[in-house]
């Protein structure tokens, strides 16, 4: 089976997030003083072939763990689908 594995990974929210404190230094610039906080993560649209949903889960939280994500610094999460043929 196919399936797609939408994944967000973001820095810990109580970690300073240099990316999110310079966009919203350049919200302020340019008027936009409500933005009260901005978090800058990564999203990664995963194409995978599996037997079925437990092992396509189980080769994306081994790829997040070991490969897409810094578990210190960072936290995980997704979406799985199976994808039409």
Request: hydrophobic share 45%.
């Amino acid at each position: 089976m196919k399936f797609t594995a939408e994944i967000d990974i973001m820095p810990h929210a109580e970690l300073l997030d240099p990316q999110g404190k310079a966009v919203m230094l350049g919200l302020e610039h340019l008027g936009l003083e409500q933005v009260a906080d901005v978090r800058i993560g990564k999203h990664i649209t995963l194409a995978l072939e599996a037997e079925n949903e437990a092992a396509a889960q189980e080769k994306v939280e081994n790829a997040c763990k070991k490969l897409l994500a810094n578990l210190i610094m960072e936290s995980y999460s997704y979406e799985l689908t199976a994808s039409q043929q």
